[in-house]
């Protein structure tokens, strides 16, 4: 016990004390503020204010709800434990944030941008056809509201484990705090918050890391421990697909990955088209990149010194907690339960990121249901004040799903693996379907739609082959040795034995010699697979279509290009140049539908 201020359980588990429980219920109540304040102060009116804060935004509360709304109480806390228990490889995605968004500014940001449309997936409509518009936007709502939930249980399992709550309490109360500021609020409260909570969790990261060294004692003690239990590899080059992370399959799995979320998602996208110049989405996107590199090292950097302050003394081994998914709060608690209210704000940091994600996630999703599937449905358009609150009843709905859906995943703990395998199912089609609008100007509508049917058949028969190998056993990935012997009569590690040799790491991998290659696929390349074979299949059933068309005669050759608006600017500059030009200079569109700056001129 630290000063009174922490307690421990009958188990042995470590709580919260008055001080942290103050802390964490001082960050609900912030976020719930925010939510008031644009909610009736400073009102959201009509659908372009609600939606995308007016066109207006500044270029700081967006870029930190870039980062925040990809980071999540996930994020924070199976990093930390990955490393603890497979080592360092994972840490390659600290080397993807600039390269990443290097891509994002100069081939994706300046068509979006320049297109204007409230939604991502609208591009697919123009591009190619509504069917697939509304195939991938069907596709986002499932996996978004699938991976939701999972984001918001996982904290709740962290602040179950060191306050002793039901989750079914935690649940709906933290719940409700994120839907109330985001339907009261709109994007202008989602983005602030995110902003705040940001700031709140890096600090108390921070923090606990400073508490974690003054513990080791050295650097060098530090760096001696992680090199001694294998925690410091980074370049495994094999290219053994089966292997659950390599510096292959981490940078390509995780960078598809990275590159489909901060490039074309609808909730990244949004926050570019909030701000009011392409130069200043640009200049978002580069802190994003600099917050990127932040976020993921810390998370990487606390399973590091979460190993090496447990070297000797491993908690799960001991059954002090039940699962290395399980540590990150042990560890607070263990490291920083004497700092008063710490460990509060760091869970309720860890919660912030669940909901930052989650708010940013609602406030998409009920744009993208409105634009794609109420809006085109109602006879006469309504005024801006009726949408605004039509967005506003969506996001309360979509919320009180979410509540509901955590009751459901509680229940139900396989239900995780599914949602995270569905995620990887849907990614890999509508990314590699951008890939083919913005990269592939011969690519079409048929063939646009064989390389998605192709790549969701083949990643639902992987993604569940390879689940169903996981839960039988069929395939396993044993983590890295740990060691007991240095436990003291407290518990802790002790540093003063001399060190016996540690044990001998067995194999990256197991699985039976007669299981379907496909399911012994890494996970990491799940993404890479989905993409490769819509990208694959799309080009070259378009190719054969248009390559028919010519023989023929017909329109619709490889001369009859999409508009150049509708391309990435290296591949749009290429394109204008080839295509053909009527007597007074203008070109004709392939697609039947315009582009928004024909519109304006129009």
Known sequence: ?????????????????????????????????????????????????YFLGGRNMG????????????????????????????GFQIGL??????????????????????LQYESSYEYLEHRFC??????????????????????????CLAMHQVSGLDVQIINPLTCLVCVFYTCLGGIRAVVWTDALQLVSLVVA?????????????????????????????????????????????????EGFYFLNSLAVSPSSVQRYLALPTLSAAKRAAWMLALGFVVTRGLSCVTGLVMYA?????????RKVVPHSDNLVPHFVMDVAGHWPGLPGVFIAGVFSAALSTVSSVLNTLSGVIYKDFIETRLRKKPSEKRASLILKGLTLLLGVGVVLMVFVVEHLGAILEVALSVSGVTTGATFGLFLLGLFVPWAETVGAMSGAVASLSLMTIVCIGGLHAKKSG???YPPLPTRTDGCDATGLSGTTTPRPPFPARGPAVVYDEDLFPLFRLSPFYYVVLGVTTTVVVGVLVSAAVRGARTRRGLKGGFDDLPHPDLLSPPVARLVHGRRPRHADGSVEMYQAVATEAEKIKG
């Open 1 to 49: 016990m630290a000063d009174g201020l922490e307690q421990v359980a009958a188990d042995g588990a470590l709580r919260f004390g008055a001080l942290d429980y103050s802390s964490f219920v001082v960050m609900m109540l912030v976020s719930a503020l925010v939510g008031v304040y644009y909610g009736f102060f400073k009102k959201q009116e009509s659908l372009e204010d």
């Open 59 to 86: 270029i700081f509360p967006i870029a930190m709800s870039l980062i925040a709304s990809n980071i999540s109480g996930v994020t924070m806390l199976a990093v930390p434990a990955d490393i603890y228990a497979y």
């Open 93 to 114: 995605v600290l080397f993807l944030g600039v390269p990443v968004v290097i891509l994002v500014v100069y081939f994706f940001l300046p068509t979006f941008y320049k």
């Open 130 to 155: 509504k069917k697939l518009r509304t195939m991938s936007s069907v596709f986002y709502i499932l996996g978004s509201y699938l991976i939701m939930s999972v984001i918001m249980y996982v904290p």
């Open 205 to 253: 990261s921070f923090v606990v890391l400073g508490a974690s060294m003054s513990r080791l004692g050295s650097f060098s003690e530090t760096w001696s421990r992680l090199a001694d239990g294998g925690r410091l590899e980074m370049f495994n080059m094999t290219l053994d697909p089966t292997i659950r992370a390599t510096f292959w399959n981490v940078l390509l799995g």
């Open 309 to 317: 302050v447990y070297y000797d003394c491993d908690p799960v081994a």
């Open 474 to 476: 069929a395939i396993k």
